[in-house]
């Protein structure tokens, strides 16, 4: 059986400031989301934060980031390319977050107060993790 091919763009190592730059912005827009109760906004977000600190990472470390139609590929990027002790967990928190997103943005229904609290935890988390790593 063939491994699975991942997908990826090679991207100037340089260019992980913007992504770093978007998962900032997709963090604060979750985190206004939060107390005015928009927990769909909250989650979609934290979705957003999350894939775009991943691919700061995997730019900053090897030059690429995921360009497959799954979102998830950007886990086994993180997996592969991130050399810390923490990379193998933190991609696994990765593709746990990133299973929310069809849930918010297309689902007929919404998420609720606590997964929307979990999320935003388990993804303040990952950018916190995601910034240590970078200069």
């Known amino acids: ?28 827009a979750m985190q206004a989301a939060l ?5 769909n906004a909250a989650g979609l977000n934290a979705v957003h934060c999350a894939i775009s600190a991943a691919d700061a990472l995997t730019v900053f470390h090897a030059g690429v980031r995921s360009a497959g139609d799954a979102h998830h590929d950007a ?17 696994k928190t990765l593709a746990r977050i990133m299973d929310h997103k069809h849930l918010a943005a ?18 303040k988390r990952f950018f916190d993790w995601m910034e240590a790593l970078l200069p």
């Open 1 to 28: 059986m063939t491994p699975k091919k991942h997908k990826t763009r090679d991207v100037p190592r340089e260019n992980y400031r913007t992504y770093r730059k978007k998962a900032g912005e997709f963090l604060h």
């Open 35 to 39: 107390p005015r109760r928009e927990w």
């Open 75 to 91: 886990a086994f990027l993180l997996e592969q390319h991130v050399k810390d002790k923490d990379a193998g967990p933190k991609a």
């Open 106 to 123: 297309y689902e007929d229904r919404e998420l609720t107060e606590p997964e929307a609290l979990e999320l935003a935890k388990m993804t």
